[in-house]
């Protein structure tokens, strides 16, 4: 039997005042899974990530993220279910007065990495994703999509058991898209869980998994286009 990272079970999600985004989300994510989330801008993509790795709380339903309830944990313990879960932001979320090098290295100076060695880490890192000479340049130097490379070897840096990305290639070009792509595989191949938030099409035909898609408020998975 596959061991579960994620299981959801009837999640809705009804923002106050405002309409219901989806309801009766059921799925697992197993280890070393990979699948993308579809659906159309606005269908709830984002906030289903969010609810993933505990920065949203569902309107109903139940989630356990590595066999835990994080409704009935108390808050103290919250921090030791996030770090198992690397997060690619959609708005990136770099802190602008650290350099390239320190961004990526954070993740690993919180676990109480030393600097050196984090440093290190962090430099392999951002060679593996193409920015080797921009170590120490700030983020407000880079273009979207050396951000966006930045933020993914920050995501990645701790080995997490579960990466979620929100829209990764929307601000490269295909050729850079593919190569992150590539890059998520190889991270996949070593056992982390993969859920990509997509509306790029020739992504699923090109990586034939699985997929998760939200329409008209219901969750569905199925296999992605061949």
């Keep these: 039997m596959s061991e579960l990272i994620a299981q959801l079970v009837g999640v809705g999600l009804h ?8 309801r009766g989300a059921t799925f697992d ?13 606005g269908a709830g993509k984002s906030s289903l990530l969010k609810i993933l790795y505990l920065g ?18 108390h808050p103290s313990n ?23 090098i320190d961004n990526v290295s954070l993740p690993l100076r919180v676990q109480g990495v030393d600097r050196k060695t984090s440093h290190q880490h962090a430099q392999e890192m951002l060679e593996w994703v193409g920015l080797g000479n921009y170590l120490n340049v700030y983020p407000t130097t880079l273009s979207g999509g050396q951000k966006q490379r930045v933020a993914i070897a920050r995501a990645v840096i701790t080995r997490p058991q579960l990466l979620l990305a929100d829209e990764p290639t929307g601000n490269v070009d295909d050729e850079m898209a593919m190569k992150l792509l590539r890059l998520f595989e190889e991270l996949n191949g070593a056992g982390t ?22 329409k008209d408020g219901t969750l569905t998975k199925s296999a992605s286009p061949q």
């Design 193 to 214: 869980a993969v859920v990509i938030a997509t509306h790029n099409p020739r992504l699923l035909t090109q990586y034939p998994r699985p997929h998760l898609e939200i």
């Design 29 to 41: 994510i197993e280890k070393g899974s990979f699948q993308f989330l579809t659906g159309p801008s």
């Design 56 to 73: 949203l709380k569902p309107t109903w339903g139940t989630i356990h993220l590595f066999g835990e309830n994080p409704s009935r944990m």
């Design 15 to 22: 923002y106050k005042d405002g309409p219901e985004v989806f």
């Design 78 to 100: 919250l921090p030791l279910i996030r770090q198992k879960v690397g997060v690619v932001f959609q708005e990136f979320k770099l802190l602008d007065h650290l350099t390239v």
